[in-house]
């Protein structure tokens, strides 16, 4: 295709990408030998004949693809559009109309297109005179392509393409055409071309010097027109491109930025550009920058005007809608897609989106609790159901925390914006939650203590194991310390492969994992005791018996199990992730099997950075571990857990309450439990026969202060009566009984940035190809970066499916091909320090199938 035709070709592409609907009237018949070879991706083209009727006929499927847009489609009319007598209007109303003597971009007089194709390439008076030659019929449009061949035919040779955006790209994508380019000659007919398209005088001295100014006009032009006015004087003094050729600079730097194989020639022109021009310091408001991609120091300009702009104030539902909107878009740029160069960006961008979401959460609780009655009932209601139930205040809490301990900025990394947003998220936390606790412990109060507003804990066994057992094999699961929002997140991840029911339970008080693990036990539904035991802790007496320890859990299980001829076998949740021969003969031979995992009460005494990596870590094997169940024959599993927690901040002096005295039997930071003392405003003392559970009396805070304790965690709490202390998740699942098959026949393939590890952050790129030609459920994935032995890596993001509870992904088919996910891991080679390569390891977490590998990743981190 010759340049005219190009020219011509292009004009034609744009009305396309820009309204979707061309109708091109040609009253000479001008084009139809151009027509028969036009092609445009993702584009229908259609001629019309003598029959307005058939026509209609063959463009009325596209016409109804899509009522929200308008088809890519192009109907060609040899015939003036005063000859159709408003025949087509249908197509001219919502379309664009293209047709000699119409304005410049829709102008397809060959006069007219042929001196703006020539242009680049001859001189005003040569490429005048062609045109002239073309409205008078001498030269047709073949003849005008011949005539610019002459002067283009290197151009062409050396880059494959006339088309000016091919030919940019190329040259722009590095030296590669440089030696050829100057051995013919071609950068002066190369300067003109591009330069033409692009409205920027170029050097012809080198490919060097063009490619450097190309690069430094298209992404100034594009920067400048993503900018509203007014413009700051740094950039309204730039020259840059203005009309169409503004269009094609930013097209061409759209295309630059996304094309992965010129990613790295991007990124270098624009960090060179970028300290050309100063940006490191901009400082623009949030409407300004956020249609802006251009460069880095933008990236970073819109993230701190974005929490500038949360910070002005309290947003309304819509504001704060339209920068979550925004944040979440970003998370799919450029410079958010490539942590190992640009390593702060996509976790501040997470980060602030965890913020904006908990003050969303936050200010809905609080304005909730404006109508709320006094009433357990309804409160924890809110806090477990409805299109935006309180618990989500919790799951994004603890969102906030784990994304600002992944961003593992550097000492010298100054974002004060966003510590102050993180700062303000964890203050409304606190004043929300502790508004909801002392709204429900002010109802429990008013109500006389006749219920805790949810089924009592203690009939969990009766309600939902027992049962299970008659029916067939079961499990039954302990989790400590899973709150009622992680199961609700962890359900998520269960729902392909399982039915599942989640309900929620009144936690036994007060809530400690001695006193909650003992409540799940088989009849503790016929009444149970808060007391004394030996070695000066509480226990609770079911059936006679006080059960203190693991230990007093396991034998009680078991003697009633005896009682019922069922024979139980008891493991830890951990065994289950690989499971030799001798736990699956344990298992086929036991009618139920007791799992507990590893409490949580030691590890949330020794601080907050523990126990929140172990209760990731727990949520992580939670499914892996029903998987196995599931496979080992169990036909109900049901998981429950002792009490919830709360992580608030470390307690000021000012949070921190004298308790009762008295005869304290057992004093924790959010519970006191004995006889007589004092009785104060700060908390609630609660006599634990009104409750059914002995003789004692019960004080916990009413907010989310704790009592004066000596040593433990000053943020992990529990023990008290706040919403997320008292409700308990009560999860029962029932396997999907698939037809045995094999594994999805999948071509899996890992792609990485680099062979090399450099940086904490890295990506890896997750795609293949299905190889069946039937439709197959493909598996949830992880990715692992292993060293040493070791697993050295922890999934903190992708692109799209990622559970935050389990951190693993779920893939999506567009045909035949895996749509591709980005995965972003947090490599700690101190978990390997003598290694110096790595593999890269793709699995399926719910079987540990491995689905591929990459081996000899140089590991570089500096430490």
């Not at 971009?105 to 001196?115: D, E, G, H």
């Not at 409205?135 to 073949?142: F, H, I, Q, V």
């Not at 029932?734 to 062979?755: F, I, N, Y």
């Not at 101190?830 to 399926?844: M, Q, V, Y």
């Amino acid at each position: 295709m010759g340049a005219v035709s190009e020219r011509l070709r292009s004009m034609v592409e744009r009305q396309v990408r820009e309204r979707g609907l061309v109708v091109w009237f040609d009253p000479e018949g001008a084009y139809r030998e151009f027509v028969a070879g036009l092609t445009i991706p993702d584009t229908a083209i259609e001629v019309c004949g003598e029959s307005f009727f058939e026509l209609r006929r063959r463009i009325e499927p596209y016409l109804g693809e899509n009522d929200d847009a308008p088809p890519r489609l192009v109907v060609y009319v040899p015939r003036s559009q005063e000859e159709t007598r408003d025949a087509l209007a249908e197509l001219t109303a919502p379309g664009v109309v293209m047709k000699p003597g119409l304005s410049q971009t829709l102008n397809t007089r060959l006069r007219v297109v042929a001196k703006q194709a020539l242009k680049p390439s001859l001189d005003g008076q040569q490429a005048e005179e062609a045109a002239k030659r073309a409205e008078s019929g001498r030269l047709s449009l073949a003849d005008l392509d011949r005539m610019y061949g002459r002067k283009a035919e290197v151009v062409s040779l050396v880059f494959g393409s006339v088309h000016p955006q091919d030919v940019a790209l190329k040259l722009l994508g590095g030296d590669r055409y440089d030696g050829e380019a100057a051995s013919k000659g071609a950068i002066p007919d190369l300067a003109a071309l591009l330069g033409e398209e692009f409205g920027v005088s170029l050097p012809e001295d080198s490919c060097e010097g063009l490619r450097s100014t190309l690069a430094r006009h298209v992404l100034a032009t594009e920067l400048v027109g993503g900018i509203p006015a007014p413009l700051p004087q740094q950039l309204s003094s730039l020259k840059v491109a203005e009309g169409e050729p503004a269009g094609a600079c930013a097209s061409l730097a759209h295309q630059w930025r996304n094309r992965q194989d010129l990613r790295d020639s991007y990124a270098d022109h624009a960090d060179r550009i970028e300290r050309e021009l100063g940006l490191g310091g901009l400082r623009l408001p949030f409407d300004q920058l956020r249609d802006c991609e251009t460069f880095a120091a933008v990236e970073l300009a819109l993230q701190a005007a974005t929490e500038r702009r949360a910070l002005e104030g309290e947003l309304e539902p819509g504001e704060r809608r339209e920068i979550l909107e925004t944040v979440q878009g970003r998370l799919d740029s450029f410079w958010a897609k490539w942590p190992e160069r640009y390593g702060d960006i996509r976790p501040r961008w997470r980060l602030l989106e965890s913020g904006l979401r908990l003050l969303g959460a936050a200010e809905g609780i609080e304005n909730g609790l404006k109508s709320l009655p006094r009433d357990p009932e309804e409160a924890l209601r809110r806090y477990v159901d409805g299109d935006e139930p309180w618990h989500e205040l919790d799951t994004q809490h603890r969102g906030l925390e784990r994304r600002d301990l992944e961003f593992a900025r550097g000492v010298e990394a100054d974002y004060p914006e966003l510590d102050r947003l993180v700062s303000r998220a964890r203050q409304r936390y606190t004043q929300a939650a502790e508004a909801l606790s002392e709204h429900y412990l002010g109802s429990l109060e008013a109500s006389g203590f006749e219920t805790l507003g949810l089924p009592p804990q203690r009939e969990v066994f009766s309600r939902h194991v027992a049962p299970a057992l008659e029916r067939g094999k079961a499990a039954y699961l302990l989790v400590d310390a899973l709150r009622y929002e992680m199961a609700r997140e962890t359900v998520r991840t269960l729902e392909n492969e399982h039915e599942t029911e989640l309900s929620a339970a009144a936690a036994t008080v007060p809530t400690i994992t001695r006193i909650g693990m003992a409540a799940l036990m088989p009849g503790a539904e016929s009444g149970v005791e808060v007391m004394p035991a030996p070695g000066g802790r509480l226990g609770l007496e079911v059936e006679g018996e006080v059960l203190v320890s693991r230990e007093d859990r396991v034998r009680h299980l078991k003697g009633w199990a005896e009682k019922r001829s069922k024979k139980v076998y008891e493991t830890r949740l951990e065994e289950l992730y690989s499971p030799g021969k001798k736990l699956r003969s344990e298992v086929d031979d036991a009618d139920l099997v007791f799992v507990s995992s590893q409490e949580l009460d030691q590890q949330g005494e020794l601080g907050t950075f523990t126990a929140r990596a172990f209760m990731d870590e727990a949520l992580k094997l939670l499914p892996r571990a029903i998987g196995t169940l599931a496979s080992l024959g169990c036909e109900t599993i049901v998981v429950a857990s002792d009490h919830g927690f709360l992580f608030a901040e470390e307690l000021d002096e000012g949070m921190k309450i004298t308790p009762p005295g008295g005869q304290t039997k057992e004093l924790h930071r959010r519970a006191w439990v004995g006889a007589g003392g004092s009785d104060e405003d700060s908390f609630l003392r609660v006599p634990l026969e009104k409750l059914g559970l002995g003789e004692l009396e019960m004080a916990v805070p009413r907010g989310l202060g704790g009592f004066k304790v000596a040593g433990g965690s000053g943020t992990y709490f529990h023990g008290g009566m706040s919403p997320q202390e008292v409700v308990v998740p009560v999860l029962t699942l029932v396997p999907r009984r698939k037809e045995p098959r094999s594994a999805p026949d999948v071509e899996w393939r890992l792609t990485l940035g680099s062979r090399k590890i450099t940086t904490r952050a890295m990506m890896v790129r997750i795609g293949g190809h299905m190889q069946s030609l039937f439709e197959e459920a493909l598996p949830r994935v992880t990715v692992e970066v292993r060293a040493g032995g070791s697993i050295i890596s922890e999934v903190v993001d992708a692109s799209y499916g990622f559970s935050e509870a389990t951190r693993d992904m779920e893939m999506s088919l567009e045909g035949q091909e895996l749509q591709e996910n980005s995965v972003t891991l947090l490599v700690e080679p101190e978990k390997a320090p003598d290694a110096r390569t790595a593999s890269i390891h793709l699995s399926d977490p719910a079987t540990g199938r491995e689905l591929a590998r990459v081996e000899d990743v140089e590991l570089a981190i500096s430490m």
